[in-house]
């Protein structure tokens, strides 16, 4: 059964690069399948990424997309969330999914991460 | 305030059905698929309706989903006290060329 942890800094400072990593459990990540990210700042409602598919395109929610990338490495099973210059206002959980056949038939979904965006 | 648009609480008694609104525009909803999720308090999301009206496999028949228009549904029956969490709606907008989520409903079972 296919599962999704992710991992990264608790804490970022303000301006900085805030990385976050991806990895895949029981499963292929070759697999013809979506991987994306979601966040939700507390208290708040959730936010789409961005997501890259199985031959590496990717897609850019437009409010971020001068600012994130997402990557993946096949061989290590783990995708890459890079998202430059945060502000406070982007501290959030971050979530991990597996879409099926569309971006947002996110049916696979990490526990979820904790960033703070802080000096 | 989000391009999709849901209420912000919604309430039933046990065994009572809710439906829970999505209202949306002709760049988002009308043209597009809609999904929606639940998600229990401290938990992850969970999908809970694709492509309008679909449930994933392990999703009970008591949750549905429609679209009409610009505005989609999910509309829940048998309420139970297991139902109470956050719903939110998600589809793609034209316009803005990405994915959008609602606002989300909080849904409290008295």
């Known amino acids: 059964q296919v599962q999704l942890q992710e991992s990264g800094p608790g804490l970022v400072k303000p301006s900085e690069t805030l990385s976050l990593v991806c990895s895949v459990s029981d499963f292929s990540i070759s697999s013809d399948f979506y991987w994306g990210w979601i966040r939700q700042p507390p208290g708040k409602g959730l936010e789409w990424i961005g997501a890259i598919n199985h031959s590496g395109k990717t897609y850019y929610n437009p409010s971020l997309k001068n600012r994130v990338t997402i990557s993946v490495d096949t061989s290590k099973k783990q995708f890459f969330l890079n998202l430059t210059s945060v502000t406070a206002a982007e501290t959030a959980v971050y979530y991990c999914a597996r879409s099926l056949n569309y971006l947002l038939q996110m049916e696979v979904w990490g526990k979820g991460t904790t960033v703070a965006v802080s000096s | 305030q989000s391009v999709l648009t849901q209420p912000p609480s919604a309430s039933g008694t046990p065994g009572q059905k809710v439906t829970i609104s999505c209202s949306g525009s002709?760049?988002?909803?009308?043209?597009?698929?809609v999904f929606w999720y639940q998600q229990l308090p401290g938990t992850a999301p969970k999908l809970l309706i694709y492509?309008?009206?679909q449930r994933p496999s392990g999703v009970p028949d008591r949750f549905s989903g429609s679209k009409s228009g610009t505005s989609a549904f999910l509309a829940i029956s048998g309420l139970r006290s297991e139902d109470e969490a956050d719903y939110y709606c998600a589809t793609w907008d034209n316009s803005l060329s990405g994915p959008l989520f609602g606002g989300g409903t909080k849904l409290t079972v008295l």
């Open positions: 492509r309008n009206n």
């Open positions: 002709s760049s988002n909803i009308r043209g597009n698929f």
